[in-house]
Nanobody, 115 residues
Framework: QMQLVESGGGLVQAGGSLRLSCAAS????????MGWYRQAPGKQRELVAT???????NYADSVKGRFTISRDNAKNTVYLQMNNLKPEDTAAYYC?????????WGKGTLVTVSS
């Protein structure tokens, strides 16, 4: 079983940057893919970005060119670098891992972008 712990959220002004981290209790090499999702108040959880074990990435159209997902296999950590943040990026951000046919989720970290 894999446990995921997110960190790095906070309050930032529009145009600013944050880097989220997701630390996994197990080897992320065992995961087929890892990703970041977000859920704004009153909205459904949505995909932000994913990265496969081979390093292939996928992004939601709303964050392309602003967010970058990366992974450090040696540290069992996945990152989300968020630049040029907008108020509409305000949400709880969750780390996800797909491994052995199961989905694992962290408890989330809150990102608030002020205008």
């Amino acid at each position: 079983q894999m446990q995921l712990v997110e960190s790095g959220g906070g309050l930032v002004q529009a145009g600013g940057s944050l880097r989220l981290s997701c630390a996994a209790s197990g080897s992320i090499l065992s995961a087929n893919a890892m990703g970041w999702y977000r859920q704004a108040p009153g909205k459904q959880r949505e995909l932000v970005a994913t990265i496969t074990g081979a390093g292939s990435t996928n992004y939601a159209d709303s964050v392309k060119g602003r967010f970058t997902i990366s992974r450090d296999n040696a540290k069992n950590t996945v990152y989300l670098q968020m630049n040029n943040l907008k108020p509409e990026d305000t949400a709880a951000y969750y780390c996800n891992a797909e491994a052995n046919g199961l989905d694992y989720w962290g408890k989330g970290t809150l990102v608030t972008v002020s205008s």
